[in-house]
């Protein structure tokens, strides 16, 4: 498993305190810890109506600014990756689930671009559907590492 380094370490947590005291006292699952999450379903629910009205207003903005061609695609790309980041960051597989997302709309905007006639951007789509492999796999590793890590807390 690529991830492998990602295992429990036990003192990691207490490297918290600097950053936020008294965020994270004694529970390794708050910060600077590199056990993977999961959210609950209320979580999941707001996170898909944050990700809808963020992705409709950034799309808004791009429209009027003129800035982009294909303003839902490329407004959803964007909070999309963003919230990913964060999620992944935080620990939450959920994040590598929404990159997935994320690179999957990228794959649908830039071919809807080279389809359009403009092919020189072919090489976006072939970039895209190579991270959009990357990320598939790394999916993959997050949940194999999730479950070895649940196994071993149940143990």
Not at 114 to 138: A, D, F, W
């Amino acid at each position: 498993i690529p991830f492998s380094g990602l295992q429990s370490c036990p003192n990691l947590h207490n490297s918290c305190a600097g950053i936020a005291p008294g965020l994270c006292d004694g529970d390794p699952d708050l910060l600077g810890s590199n056990r993977i999450k999961t959210m609950g379903a209320l979580g999941r629910i707001l996170t898909a109506l944050a990700l809808v009205g963020m992705s409709l207003g950034t799309s808004f903005v791009l429209s009027r600014i003129n800035s982009s061609s294909q303003p839902l695609l490329d407004g959803a790309v964007f909070v999309l990756g963003l919230f990913a980041t964060v999620y992944i960051m935080l620990g939450y597989i959920e994040g590598v689930v929404i990159n997935v997302m994320s690179i999957s709309v990228g794959v649908t905007m830039w071919l809807t671009i080279v389809i359009s006639g403009k092919t020189e951007n072919v090489t976006y789509v072939v970039l895209n559907l190579y991270n959009l492999y990357m990320i598939v796999l790394s999916l993959i590793n997050w949940i194999k590492l999730y479950k070895k890590q649940r196994s071993e807390r149940e143990e």
